[in-house]
């Protein structure tokens, strides 16, 4: 190949070109972002829509299939899901994962736009955030103290913690749990209103008449000009409490003649324990597409700076983003060991120091160079694209091997080191660009195919490609180039006579005999050659069956650093009940040596959560999955309330709890009742399935609802407005926000209620009064409510959840070990057709929509692979043949894949079919090497037979180097350890298992089928006339 003489003859050429690759490598990697993997998150956004104190079937019908109706249509809206609950009405929509979440959310805003006159008149305008409505925070501050309490650290954190923390880059949100904000309230003393004559309505005006502060204008004199400003706020309770509301007799009427003013934090009915304290919790959510890992990086570096009150303290009580940093330090890690590896071996089989350099130097640059491919595509630094580096050591070095131990071979022959390097370089460039071009055309379906397969593994199959294309380059420019100036000739070998060189010598002498051997062993093999055929034969059928009987899941479950417990309380149970049980949860969880701290958060009515934070991996002798197994009795010992443990964390897609991976959606516009009948027969049946544990739904409880009828034509005769009524209620019951108040330089605020005391039951309510015209209508009189109202008790839902467009009940579940997904969803699907009534659907969403959606892309990314390489083979083969004799050895390797993952009881997930598709590339260039050495013998006058020994035996180190290289480069991964050592660990059997299986099988093999394939003679190229 002239372009390969000439970097031969140009040394200083071919380092130029190779110290630009460094440059450009070591500035791209400066610049990558880091972290965990490729984004992949689905673009989503969450509309929030609050209408005080209307119930859950209201929120359904005047907000919340309003706005549905409108988003159907929006472009790219993969899935709808909302949640309709007291007061507030939550919509996250889904969508396909190629789709711009700014454009998405303006067409969001323009579709709001258009129904906003059908909301209800008293509706607080549409929010919407770029993220899920049920995005778990990713980090967790806690801030706690032995001086404050709970309301000095909530008022805190609300006044100095949430902006600060807004202010990063990525937050979508921060939220406060375990206090609320400051609130002033009138508690007010309905007998004594009645006694003035007064009603709640006559506080609300005179609070908002009374606490103003307004710009008056300007002042404008000869030389100034004077803001004037009327300031009328009231400060504090006393200020409050002397409030006018009314006048009799000449007598002002003050607050504090019919209630009192109480400054105290708003109930959010929640409460937190950091390491058995109480304490506050900052939870941080990241926007949809954000990167967590440099929002906590930012996060940490800013603490720091936080001047707390004397006494408080701030830690991290969770970070999710730690398991990512160790997870790619231990994938660093394990590109280190394997490079050490693969260079061991090139120093045993070509025994000499020298030729170790040449190597030592092409992986680096070769691994580099891809960082500057991957900064030119916009890729990250992630875990992906670090596995395939991992790999790419094995495959770069491969290239390297073949020219060095061809070059190697000439030195051998009695060549000078110059003169080897031209001859072997010419000899081998054209295998090395097939190979190159071939691992190639694997990864290219991978970065074509769609959904989150094509978008999650197209950085790992870009890097690695690029990577090999690279060491291609690199080994046809600057190892021969090294071979021909470093390499000693065989003469200054044989007369050195140092330890490393008689060692050599003996090692030297093993090889040439195995050489020898193997070519024996060879000719006697392709006299039985059938034999040989058969038993591939048996070992690809024996491949397929044990593969499709493994277990499938989506992505392994991971030891991610911290367990959870999921506590379910009794319906109607307060916040007390709550609290004294998971007080007992805590206490169990910090009995387990491994947790190093503790995050308890608790609430009602609802679901609590207690978290811990495991030691580091390296300091710890059990997994979370052990530890969780543990605590299983326990937990279950608790009878007050119902707790799950589990590993907790996400999972690669972000889908949701990486314990559950089962995700049935119960759809149907039946009524709640039939829904919920319908949902509890799945729920059987799912408990009924060998390996489903922990099934769990969301069915919405029935709560007591009290319905207030209205008498029209008595309200209208008394001159009562129905608004009026409404306004009252919601004052005597809820209480109602009616102004703001000043305190430390924060605006908080003011709320009119009535006494607790006077709201326990409907008759009370209706007891109160409310203003009505006089039938003079000279004066306003007191009426009881009772005169113009009814109240009828009847259960109706706390929650109503809806699926495109559907009412909806979710169910998830876990799946044990050792079984399998798709086989799972698939007999859900069946048996829940045989139980469900008419106009009742079932769907899967989360997890196992994902798994069942990228199943068929797998399927797909196969095809395409094994066609590409086929294609690419035969144009530059210009053979149908040869291609076929090559692949040959693919179902081979991919059985042994198949059979190391069931020697250590892996499954069948992303992870390790993406190693199989690896596989196609890699054993593909064993194939070449022999295929492409026996034409060239055959071209020189040899037989077939004979063409194919002598090259399978001249290309036989080759391969085994390459072998040993790639199995030795992917041992660190399949017996990782660690954060994340879960997902390494398949991809590293796989290739372990496929490339030694499938090389041994291969040397024998495709000889075998040379000899019945191949063309007996070589058919040259038909040579055109020019003339034509």
């Known amino acids: 190949m002239k372009f390969t003489d000439v970097c031969i003859r140009r040394p200083v050429l071919s380092t130029v070109m190779s110290l630009v690759i460094i440059l450009l490598g070591i500035v791209s990697w400066s610049r990558l972002q880091v972290r965990q993997y490729p984004n992949v998150d689905q673009p989503k956004i969450s509309v929030f829509t609050q209408l005080e104190g209307a119930g859950p079937e209201i929120v359904e019908t005047q907000i919340t299939k309003v706005l549905e109706n409108v988003f159907s249509g929006i472009e790219g809206l993969e899935t709808m899901t909302s949640r309709s609950e007291i007061g507030e009405s939550r919509i996250t929509l889904t969508f396909s994962i190629n789709r711009d979440i700014e454009a998405a959310a303006n067409d969001v805003r323009d579709k709001i736009g258009r129904v906003l006159d059908k909301l209800p008149k008293d509706v607080v305008a549409p929010r919407i955030k770029k993220a899920d409505a049920d995005a778990f925070p990713f980090m967790h501050l806690a801030l706690y103290s032995d001086r404050h309490d709970v309301r000095d650290l909530a008022d805190y954190a609300y006044r100095y913690l949430e902006s600060r923390l807004e202010a990063v880059p990525g937050v979508s949100s921060v939220e406060i749990f375990g206090g609320g904000e400051y609130e002033m309230k009138l508690i007010l003393d309905p007998v004594k209103l009645t006694g003035y004559n007064l009603t709640s309505e006559d506080v609300v005006k005179a609070i908002r008449d009374q606490n103003v502060e307004k710009p008056a204008g300007n002042i404008i004199t000869q030389d100034r000009e004077i803001v004037v400003t009327t300031k009328a706020r009231l400060m504090t309770e006393a200020d409050f409490d002397r409030l006018v509301i009314g006048e009799k007799e000449g007598y002002l009427i003050r607050l504090s003649d019919v209630g009192r003013a109480d400054l105290n934090a708003i109930d959010r009915r929640n409460r937190v324990l950091f390491n058995g304290k109480n304490a506050v919790a900052i939870g941080v959510t990241k926007q949809s597409v954000a990167n967590a890992l440099t929002i906590a990086r ?123 390097a031209f001859k072997g370089a010419k000899e081998i460039s054209f295998a090395v660009i097939a190979m190159t071009i071939t691992l190639a055309a694997v990864y290219a379906p991978i970065a074509l195919s769609p959904g989150m397969t094509g978008k999650l593994f197209t950085e790992f199959a870009i890097t690695l490609a690029g990577a090999v294309i690279l060491s291609g380059f690199i080994a046809l420019t600057l190892t021969p180039m090294m071979c021909g100036r470093i390499l000693k000739s065989h003469e200054e070998e044989e007369a050195a006579t140092g330890f490393w060189s008689r060692l050599g010598h003996k090692v030297g002498t093993f090889l040439a005999a195995m050489d020898q051997g193997y070519a024996n062993l060879l000719r006697r093999v392709l006299g039985r050659r059938w034999i040989v055929l058969l038993m591939g034969g048996a070992l690809a059928v024996g491949g397929y069956y044990i593969g499709s009987h493994l277990p499938t899941e989506l992505v392994p479950r991971e030891d991610q650093g911290f367990i959870s417990a999921r506590a379910i309380p009794p319906f109607g149970a307060n916040l007390d009940y709550t609290d004294r049980y998971m007080a007992k949860v805590d206490a169990i969880l910090a009995t387990v040596p491994e947790v190093a701290s503790r995050l308890t958060m608790i609430s009602a009515p609802g679901e609590s959560n207690s978290a811990g934070n495991l030691v580091s991996w390296e300091k710890r002798k059990r ?406």
């Open 298 to 420: 930012d996060i940490k570096k800013i603490m720091p700076d936080i001047k707390l009150p004397t006494g408080m303290h701030l830690e991290i009580a969770r970070d999710r983003t730690l398991f990512v940093e160790r997870s790619i330090d231990e994938v660093y890690e394990t590109i280190a060991i394997a490079t050490i590896l693969v260079i061991l071996v090139i120093f045993a089989f070509l025994r000499s120091m020298r030729a170790v350099l040449i190597p030592l130097v092409t992986i680096p640059l070769s691994l580099i160079g891809a960082f500057a491919l991957m900064y030119a595509c916009g890729f990250t630094i992630n875990i992906l694209t670090l596995l395939a580096l991992v790999l790419a050591i094995g495959l770069v070095v491969d290239d390297a091997i073949v020219m060095l131990e061809n070059v190697h071979r000439y030195i051998e022959m009695g060549d000078k080191p110059l003169t080897a």
């Open 623 to 1028: 997994n979370s999955k052990d530890i969780v197994d543990s605590l299983r009795e326990p937990l279950a010992d608790i009878t007050g309330l119902t707790v799950y443990p589990s590993m907790g964390g996400k999972t690669i897609v972000d889908s949701g709890d990486s314990d559950t991976p089962i995700e049935v959606v119960v759809m149907s516009n039946k009524t709640h009742k039939e829904l919920t009948e319908s949902a509890k027969k799945v729920e059987k049946l799912l408990q009924r399935l060998p390996g489903v544990s922990n099934v769990l739904s969301d069915v919405g409880n029935l709560g007591q609802e009290y319905i207030v009828t209205v008498d029209r034509d008595k309200a209208a005769a008394l001159g009562v407005e129905v608004s009026a009524i409404a306004e009252t209620l919601d004052t005597l019951i809820s209480g109602r926000p009616s102004s703001k108040f000043i305190k430390d330089n924060k605006q908080y605020g003011v709320r009119v209620e009535i006494n607790e005391k006077y709201r326990k039951s409907p008759e009370d309510v209706t007891g109160l009064f409310i203003k009505a015209a006089s039938k003079d209508n000279r004066r306003d009189v007191l009426i009881p409510l009772s005169e113009i109202v009814t109240i009828e008790k009847r259960t109706a839902p706390t929650e109503i959840g809806h699926f495109m467009g559907f009412r909806s009940v979710n169910i998830t579940a876990k799946l044990d070990s050792g079984y399998s997904l798709g086989n799972t969803l698939d007999e859900i699907k069946r048996q829940a057709y045989d139980v469900l009534p008419e106009g009742t659907l079932i769907q899967f969403s989360g997890e196992s929509r994902r798994f069942l959606q990228e199943s068929s892309n797998v399927y797909l990314i196969f095809g395409l692979a094994l066609a590409f390489i086929f294609l690419v083979l035969a144009a530059q083969y210009e053979s149908w043949r040869d291609p076929w004799i090559i692949m040959l050895s693919v179902p081979l390797s991919l059985a042994g894949g198949v059979f190391l993952l069931k020697m250590f009881d892996q499954s069948m997930n992303l992870y390790s079919q993406i190693g199989l598709v690896t596989l196609i590339g890699l054993i593909t260039k064993h194939g070449i090497l022999i295929v492409d050495f026996a034409n060239k013998r055959k071209e020189e006058g040899l037989e077939r037979l004979d063409a194919v020994i002598d090259a399978a035996q001249l290309r036989l180190r080759p391969i085994l180097m390459t072998t040993f290289a790639m199995v030795l480069g992917a041992i660190p991964l399949a017996f990782a350890e660690g954060a994340g050592a879960e997902s390494r660990q398949p991809i590293g059997l796989v290739i372990v298992g496929g490339m030694t299986l499938g090389t041994l099988f291969t040397l024998f093999v495709v000889p075998a089928v040379y000899t019945f394939l191949s063309r007996r003679e070589h058919r040259p190229l038909v040579d055109v006339p020019h003339d034509i």
